[in-house]
């Protein structure tokens, strides 16, 4: 099973990974600016979400092998990757195992150690929806308020929805295997995972994702990374400031 992505543009091969419950429908505009720069970019879908298949088994291990099998399928030899939270985790596994094949790595607000599972509102809420009562997408939205009071969040997750059948919305993404396995996402980065090349960390001034007292550890992971900073943002940082951030990472991938 090959993972569903967006190729637009010509050039190096840059590779976009989602985060948790996204889908690279998030990086459309973004994905746009990057190409107009001379890459080939690849706005992908990762299982279980988006317009990619399900599966019962869901890992950082057996998604880097989805990205190994995809870059196989479509004969990319030489990557840059840039991923967001969990995107981002995966882009830091993929580029210490396969260090040959990804010449460039962008992480964006996440970090190599572990985070305690902190999206169980958001998946009480989601999974709270009964979808056999056919509701239509903003009382959907009314529900996911009790459960989720921030508007963003919700409009980020709406997007999730499309019509199953003519009156019958689902979610694209796997919700019952995504609540199953959600310990996974928060997983630590392998301590003899090792990445020798140019790395850029983006982080977020409000976001609490990656500390100050976390850069001792992320540099015995990527000893060349270098980190930025976008004030006044939070976690969706890409989102949330994009003229900055295009400009911060266009500037790495061309250096």
């Given at each position: 099973m090959l993972l569903y992505s967006k190729i637009e543009g010509q050039g190096k091969p840059l590779l976009i990974l989602h985060g948790f419950l996204g889908m690279s429908d998030n990086w459309k505009t973004l994905g746009t600016q990057y190409a107009a720069l001379g890459f080939e970019v690849h706005l992908i879908d990762l299982r279980n979400h988006g317009?990619?298949?399900?599966?019962?088994?869901?890992?950082?291990?057996?998604?880097?092998?989805?990205?190994?099998?995809?870059?196989t399928h479509y004969g990319l030899q030489t990557i840059s990757v840039m991923g967001h939270s969990m995107g981002g985790k995966l882009a830091m596994l993929l580029a210490t195992q396969y260090p040959n094949l990804v010449?460039?790595?962008?992480?964006?607000?996440i970090g190599?150690?572990?985070?305690?599972q902190h999206h169980?509102?958001?998946?009480?809420?989601?999974?709270?929806?009964d979808f056999s009562t056919q509701p239509q997408r903003n009382e959907v939205d009314t529900?996911?308020?009790e459960y989720i009071p921030d508007f963003g969040t919700r409009q980020f997750l709406?997007?999730?929805?499309?019509?199953?059948?003519?009156?019958?919305?689902?979610?694209?993404?796997?919700?019952?295997?995504l609540t199953q396995e959600i310990e996974q996402v928060g997983t630590a980065l392998p301590e003899s995972a090792h990445y020798d090349l140019p790395t850029l960390f983006v982080r977020g001034g409000n976001?609490?994702?990656?500390?100050?007292?976390?850069?001792?550890?992320?540099?015995?992971?990527?000893?060349?990374?270098?980190?930025?900073?976008?004030?006044?943002?939070?976690?969706?940082?890409?989102?949330?400031?994009?003229?900055?951030?295009f400009s911060i990472t266009s500037q790495f991938l061309n250096s």
């Open positions: 317009r990619s298949f399900h599966d019962a088994a869901f890992s950082y291990a057996v998604m880097v092998q989805d990205v190994l099998k995809y870059c010449a460039q790595l962008v992480v964006a607000d190599p150690k572990y985070y305690p169980h509102e958001i998946l009480t809420g989601l999974n709270a929806i529900q996911l308020q709406l997007k999730n929805l499309y019509w199953q059948t003519p009156g019958q919305l689902a979610f694209r993404f796997n919700l019952p295997v976001s609490k994702y990656i500390l100050d007292t976390d850069w001792e550890l992320i540099l015995t992971h990527f000893p060349l990374a270098k980190v930025e900073t976008i004030p006044n943002v939070g976690h969706w940082l890409h989102a949330e400031n994009p003229t900055l951030f």
